[in-house]
Every structure is written in C-alpha cells, then in structure tokens.
C-alpha cells in the first residue's frame, strides 16, 4: 500500500487509542472516524456510483468496526481492517442491487443509467470543469462491478497488488490482467464520451471533501460481535 494510506496518527498512537476504546472509552472512536472516513466514503463512492449509498455504507462499515474492535487481532493496519470490511460491505451491497434488478427488468445490472456525482474521485490529468467530472464518474459506472472495483483499489485508493489479490481472494498475475483490461475499457468508454487520459494507464484521484455524520459511539459497547 503507498504512503498516501498513512496518517498523521503513529501505529503507537493508533494501538493506544484502541486499547482506550477497548477499555470503555467509546467517545475516543471519533478520532479513528475522523482519520479515515474520507478515505473509505471515497473507495465507496467509486465502487457503488451513489453517494447516498456510499455514505450509508461508510457508517455501516465504521459501526461494524467499532462492534467488532475487542476482536480486532492487528496482524494488520486499523486501516487496512476496515477497509476490507468497508469493502465487503459494498460488495454485499452490489450483488443485492443486482438481483433486485435482474429481477424486475429480466435482466442484468445497467450502470449506464446511473447519475454521476461531481464529488466523484477522478483521474486528475483530465480534470476540467464539473462537467467533465460527471462524465469521468459515469464512465466508471459504465465498466461491470468487477472491472469498477480493481480500477478503485488500484488507481483510486493505491493498493498494492498483493493488497488487492488477499482482498479478491484471487492470485496477483489475475489481478493484474484484470486492471489491464478494466483500464483499457475504460480508456475505450472514455474516448467515445470525448475524454482523453493523459498517460493511458493509471488514474490518479483527487481528495474528496466528506465530512463524517455524527455517530455516537458511547451508547453501544465495543465488545459486541
């Protein structure tokens, strides 16, 4: 994983904060809400196209993580347990939208029809106007689920191949294979919609400025499976 997924809180400082919490004091799961929301609404809203979606999520995904936190075993990053858990909630997310849809329209799901978002993440070398954004973010909901989400772990959010391969439980040579045709579909989607990429490889993301809900964490104990 690059270093853009480190924060300004130290793994001691981190290993601290979640043996306060651990210990009962609920409260102090704002600061770890505060240093990663951005990062886990951001992944979201590139697999799942909605911010509303992408919002409901994140906070399932945190009230996951604070529930389970006793259980937290730190053979990993704080972070990197959540977002694994932030993506396998979208996953779960994807794959009920889907059979909803391929039930109602006899058929399987249509990303094209999806509305982009403006705050959505883009590759910053065609970064413009808000308009070109919104196409950005409508190409990406153009690619399937799968294509979408490697194109997010690796160009969006950085993951490291090896990263990716334990999260899709599949080998690095697939992962790899799959990001280069993901990224040359996107290319293809992209140049019919009369965008360019600069370096037509990988993307690069722009900081989305998300401010967390307010949750309260003092009500339920972190000691809940």
Not at 35 to 43: C, E
Not at 91 to 104: G, M, N, T, V
Not at 168 to 191: C, F, K, Q, W, Y
Request: proline content about 3%; charged content about 25%; hydrophobic content about 40%.
């Amino acid at each position: 994983m690059d270093s853009s997924l480190n924060t300004a809180t130290s793994q001691p400082e981190e290993a601290a904060l979640i043996d306060c919490i651990v210990s009962g004091q609920n409260s102090k799961f704002e600061v770890l809400v505060g240093n990663y929301h951005r990062r886990i609404y951001s992944m979201l809203l590139g697999m799942l196209g909605n911010p509303h979606d992408a919002e409901d999520v994140t906070q399932v995904a945190f009230l996951t993580a604070y529930r389970k936190l006793a259980h937290f075993e730190r053979r990993s990053s704080f972070y990197t347990w959540l977002h694994r858990i932030a993506f396998n909630a979208a996953i779960d997310l994807q794959r009920k939208k889907k059979r909803s849809k391929s039930h109602f329209a006899g058929g399987g799901m249509d990303l094209s029809t999806e509305s982009a978002d403006p705050m959505m993440e883009t590759p910053s070398s065609i970064l413009a106007t808000k308009e070109t954004v919104s196409q950005v973010q409508l190409a990406l909901t153009r690619l399937d689920t799968e294509r979408r989400n490697i194109i997010v772990l690796r160009d969006l959010q950085g993951l490291d191949y090896a990263d990716i391969a334990s999260m899709l439980d599949i080998p690095i040579g697939t992962v790899r294979s799959r990001l280069h045709r993901a990224r040359i579909e996107l290319r293809e989607i992209m140049n019919v919609m009369g965008l360019s990429h600069s370096n037509g490889d990988e993307l690069q993301s722009e900081s989305i400025p998300a401010e967390p809900r307010a949750v309260a964490f003092d009500g339920a104990s972190s000691h809940d499976a």
